[in-house]
């Protein structure tokens, strides 16, 4: 009861700010454009995609037709976890900064609420937006492709929960991060220096950082490094194979489901032994 | 029946790089508050009076000593189902108004929504907010915060209530109404833990006083033993004092001054109140009253601070 009650109010929290409402604001003109723009004919040649009535592929067998969707609807996953990294980070980071200012801190830990308790409401609450915000955004392109195209295509629609899950593994580091340096500009820096560089030179590191790199040692502390930090860039690269229907690796999941808990729980360690 | 305890409680807090510099916060405070009291903590700034309350909340973990809460010794977190809190410069939602903020904080104290609904607008009736309950928080004013921190300590009916600086921002007449609210939440047994520099505020209605200075207790007791009437007394006489006798009085006792026929005297004890007074009577004094002065609890208050401050 008390945790959704922090969920309830964190949600309430964050549907207040900017960032999230203009991250709502592009999902619903891409969705009004998707619904004006996307049709198909069908002719004894085959179903050819239009896109504002001009054709956009050649007449292609219906049997095949789901092979120009998937492209589209990978497109869409992509551009959604683009939006939510960009502006759903720029959202939730400043919750538990926020949180933990002196006057408001004091009045939650007074209550009779565990500070996990605590941290668990703020953590569920910041993914259940996110989370809504995916549903949303997901759903309605599902149907719009459905109903325009014919394409029902259940891989997409289970999006919304790997997308999802991804941006948890992310807030868990939004979250250590904010526990830790009280900021949540710094903590933004941060969690955007790692996701956009460090982490993406850990993913490709077999064919670039070896490349500077031949120490056998150096090698395999990059190697531990990407085993022991969530590796979101393979997370997201699974989820839009996922909707593209091809073999989608969840090892990254697993991998990034425990560095991800390892972090939260670290961090909830630390926020139970601090002096507030 | 006691409802704060301590033993030999401290904290020092770990400073610096690498945090090797330490500040003895609390030193080895052991305090007993009864039930049903007003309570008034009292300390210049820095005395550890927050920190003292933030222990018994569960908000700072104490480097030694123990506590106990209602009976229960801390931590517990369940205890605090019993508790209200007025942290000092309270922060709350600024997207919520008043009604939906002690919502919010009855919700955590495990209040169902439709009781907490119930009891809010009520409680912010008591405190003076009934016009503004659905104005958002970040428009209040300062004292406008303070009224809706107390209801919100109020919100799930706490056998004891900590108030850290409730009256700062608050103008003298929302101060009494505060002050007349805190003697009938006592009236009805519950216990009040005032946290305060505002010395006349805390005298003005704490059943007992502890006096805090740089993390250690110097002084508990009611606010009559601690400006019990002492070993100050102002005599009244007709006529000027002339120099050479108030030279000679000066000698016999600790402290003297004469204005416009007052003396204000300070002995070790009534013989030489009496040596004092046959010295004047010898000269042709006339003595038309002698008072046993009461100190303030400010008297008293800075008479202990300065004894602890090294010269």
């Not at chain 1, 999802?164 to 939004?174: H, L």
């Not at chain 2, 103008?171 to 009938?184: C, F, T």
Request: hydrophobic share 50%.
């Amino acid at each position: 009861m008390k945790i959704l009650t922090l969920i309830m109010q964190t949600f309430r929290e964050l549907v207040m700010r900017a960032t999230l409402i203009v991250l709502l604001g592009i999902s619903s003109i891409i969705l009004i454009g998707l619904a004006l723009a996307l049709s198909s004919s069908t002719t004894d040649q085959g179903t050819t995609l239009l896109i504002f009535g001009l054709p956009a592929t050649p007449p292609i067998p219906q049997a095949d037709f789901e092979s120009v969707v998937l492209p589209l609807e990978s497109s869409l996953a992509g551009g959604l976890i683009t939006g939510i990294v960009l502006l759903g980070i720029f959202a939730t980071a400043g919750i538990i900064p926020d949180a933990l200012e002196k006057g408001s801190i004091d009045l939650y830990i007074s209550k009779p609420l565990a500070r996990w308790e605590f941290l668990l409401g703020k953590f569920a609450g910041a993914v259940a937006v996110i989370g809504a915000n995916t549903a949303y955004f997901i759903t309605l392109a599902w149907l719009i492709v459905g109903l325009r195209l014919g394409v029902w295509d259940s891989a997409f629609l289970m999006s919304i929960l790997t997308i999802t899950c991804m941006f948890a593994y992310i807030y868990a580091m939004v979250l250590f991060l904010g526990l830790l340096s009280r900021s949540s500009a710094l903590t933004i820096i941060v969690v955007f220096v790692y996701l956009f560089v460090i982490a993406e030179m850990l993913e490709g590191r077999e064919g670039f950082l070896y490349r500077f790199v031949t120490s056998q040692g150096m090698r395999a502390a990059i190697d531990t490094m990407y085993y022991i930090l969530p590796q979101i860039p393979a997370v997201r690269n699974a989820v839009i194979k996922q909707i593209a229907h091809q073999t989608m690796d969840w090892v990254p999941f697993a991998q990034s489901f425990a560095t991800a808990g390892a972090l939260y729980l670290f961090g909830t360690y630390l926020f139970t032994k601090r002096d507030l | 029946m006691t409802a704060v305890e301590t033993e030999s409680l401290s904290k020092t807090y770990r400073t610096g790089f690498p945090r090797k510099a330490s500040v003895a916060a609390l030193s080895g405070v052991s305090l007993a508050v009864d039930e049903g009291k007003i309570f008034g903590l009292l300390g210049p700034n820095g005395a550890g009076k927050t920190t003292f309350i933030k222990i018994l909340l569960g908000l700072t973990h104490p480097s030694a000593g123990e506590a106990t809460l209602l009976g229960v010794k801390l931590p517990d977190t369940r205890v605090k189902s019993r508790v209200g809190y007025l942290p000092e410069n309270p922060r709350y939602p600024p997207y919520l108004n008043g009604l939906q903020v002690l919502e919010l904080f009855g919700k955590l104290c495990g209040l169902s929504s439709l009781d907490a609904r119930r009891k809010a607008p009520g409680l912010l009736a008591t405190v003076g907010l009934e016009e503004w309950r659905t104005m958002k928080a970040k428009r209040f004013s300062k004292g406008m915060l303070q009224r809706l921190g107390l209801a919100q300590a109020l919100i799930n009916d706490p056998d004891i209530l900590f108030l850290d600086e409730p009256t700062d921002g608050i103008d003298p007449v929302g101060r009494k109404e505060i002050r007349e609210l805190l003697k009938k939440l006592s009236g009805e047994g519950k216990t009040v833990f005032l946290n305060s520099h505002l010395l006349s505020e805390v005298e003005m209605i704490s059943d007992t006083v502890a006096i805090l200075d740089r993390g250690r207790l110097l002084r508990v007791g009611t606010i009559d033993e601690l400006t019990a009437a002492g070993s100050a007394y102002r005599i009244t006489h007709e006529g000027i004092l002339p120099e050479e006798l108030l030279l000679e009085a000066a000698a016999l006792v600790i402290h003297i001054k004469d204005l416009d026929g007052t003396i204000s005297v300070e002995t070790n004890d009534a013989a030489e109140l009496n040596r004092l007074i046959d010295l004047l009577r010898r000269h042709g004094i006339t003595i038309t009253s002698v008072l046993r002065v009461r100190s303030s609890l400010e008297d008293s208050f800075m008479h202990l601070i300065k004894r602890e401050i090294p010269a």
